[in-house]
C-alpha cells in the first residue's frame, strides 16, 4: 500500500488518521473569522485547516441555480451571487497561509480552477486538494497534477470508472502521491447512504491511502470510517452553526471537533497490530478465571488417580483442564488434599 507525505505527515496505513478542518467558506467571506477558524482548528488538534480558493467569475455562471442546502443557508438566489460573498483575495489567503504557519497547522485549499491552484503554489501549500465536482475536470487535473506536489482527490458523485479516468489524467503527468476521499456529496449525507465500504473497494482497486470527506450529522460516522481504515478524515468545521452560510449547518463547533479527534485516537489505539495473543493484563486475569485441574478427594500417596477423584476449578494456576486424560491413570508422588491443584510435578509417570 503506497504512503504519502504532505508537511512531513505520512499518510497511509498503520500511521495516525490525518484530520482536516473544513473551514471552506465558513469564513462568511470575512479573513477575521478566517484566522479564528484556524486558531479554533489548531487548539481542537487537527492536522490541517482547508479553505476553498475560487472565484465566483471562473467557476459559476451569473444564472446558475443554488442546490437545495445552499437555499437552506442563504435563502434564494444564484450560486453566483452566493459565492461573490464568500470569496477572498489572493492577500487574504497570503495572510491565512502565514497565520497558519505561525499557529503551527498545515495550510491546505482546494482549488477550483487553475488560477486558484497557481496561488496555492506561489503559496507553498504542501498539497493540493480536488473537490468532488472537479473529478472530471481533466484540464484542471492536468494542470495541478503537472506541479508534482501531492493530491487530495475528493470522489463524491462518482462512478468507480470515473476515478479510474481521474487518475490516468493525473499519474500521466508524473503525480503518483495520491490519496482518495470517498464523499456523499449530499448536505447533511444520509447515514444509509454513506457506504463506508467504498472505502475499501477504493483501496483494494488502486492500491492508494483513502479517507473520508464526510457530511454527515454528528460524530458516528469518521469515527466508524477510521475504524475500516480511513487514513484522512475531513470534516466541515465552524465556528457555530447559527451562522448565515451555506455549510453551516453541515459543519461541527469546535467542542464536537474535539470530540470526534479524540474519538478516532481512542479507535486508533484500539486497533491494535491485529495479532491474536492474549494481553499483559490478561495473562493475570488468566490466572483468576481460568480453571485447573483439581483433587475432588483426598488422594494417598502412590495411587492410581481416577476421574472420580477429579474436579475442575478455578483458579487457573495449575494444570489446564485440556490435560485432563493426561493426569488420569497416573500415581500421586505425595499426598494430595482435597481441593488442592494439580500439577504435574505431583504425579508419577
Known amino acids: 500500500m503506497r504512503e504519502i507525505k504532505v508537511a512531513g505527515r505520512v499518510i497511509g496505513e498503520g500511521h495516525p488518521c490525518f484530520v482536516i478542518a473544513e473551514a471552506g467558506v465558513n469564513h462568511n467571506g470575512r479573513p477575521d473569522l478566517a484566522r479564528k477558524l484556524i486558531d479554533k482548528a489548531k487548539g481542537v488538534g487537527a492536522d490541517a485547516v482547508k479553505f476553498q480558493v475560487f472565484s465566483a ?36 489567503f497570503e495572510g491565512l497561509a502565514q497565520h497558519a504557519e505561525k499557529r503551527g497547522i498545515i495550510f491546505l485549499a482546494s482549488a477550483f480552477d487553475e488560477k486558484g491552484a497557481d496561488l496555492l503554489e506561489r503559496l507553498g501549500a504542501p498539497a493540493f486538494k480536488i473537490p468532488s465536482g472537479e473529478i472530471t475536470n ?61 472505502m475499501e473497494t477504493l483501496r483494494r482497486v488502486f492500491g492508494l491511502p483513502v479517507g473520508l470527506s464526510d457530511h454527515t450529522v454528528g ?38 471537533f474535539r470530540e470526534m479527534i479524540a474519538g478516532i485516537r481512542e479507535v486508533e489505539r484500539a486497533l491494535g497490530d491485529g495479532i491474536k495473543r492474549p494481553t499483559e493484563s490478561e495473562e493475570q486475569m488468566k490466572k483468576m478465571v481460568r480453571k485447573s485441574i483439581v483433587a475432588k478427594v483426598h488422594i494417598p500417596k502412590y495411587t492410581v488417580i481416577t476421574e472420580q477423584m477429579l474436579s475442575i476449578k478455578r483458579p487457573g494456576t495449575g494444570l489446564e483442564p485440556k490435560y485432563l486424560k493426561e493426569v488420569i491413570g497416573k500415581r500421586a508422588r505425595k499426598e494430595i488434599e482435597a481441593d488442592e491443584i494439580i500439577t504435574f510435578d505431583k504425579l508419577l509417570g
Open 219 to 256: 460524530i458516528t460516522i469518521p469515527i466508524a470510517a477510521v475504524a475500516v481504515g480511513a487514513a484522512v478524515i475531513e470534516k466541515h468545521f465552524t465556528l457555530s452553526r447559527k451562522l448565515p452560510g451555506p455549510d453551516h449547518s453541515a459543519s461541527l463547533e469546535p467542542d464536537e
Open 57 to 92: 467569475e471562473e467557476i459559476v455562471t451569473r444564472t446558475a441555480k443554488k442546490a437545495e442546502y445552499h437555499k437552506r443557508g442563504t435563502g434564494e438566489g444564484t450560486q453566483y451571487k452566493m459565492l461573490k460573498r464568500l470569496e477572498l483575495s489572493e492577500d487574504d
Open 138 to 198: 481533466f484540464p484542471l487535473l492536468k494542470h495541478i497534477a503537472g506541479k508534482k506536489k501531492p493530491i487530495i482527490l475528493s470522489t463524491g458523485m462518482s462512478t468507480l470508472g470515473e476515478v479510474w479516468e481521474a487518475l490516468e489524467v493525473i499519474r500521466k503527468e508524473g503525480t503518483n502521491d495520491v490519496v482518495l476521499l470517498h464523499c456523499v456529496s449530499n448536505y447533511p449525507a444520509k447515514v444509509e447512504e454513506v457506504n463506508l465500504r467504498a
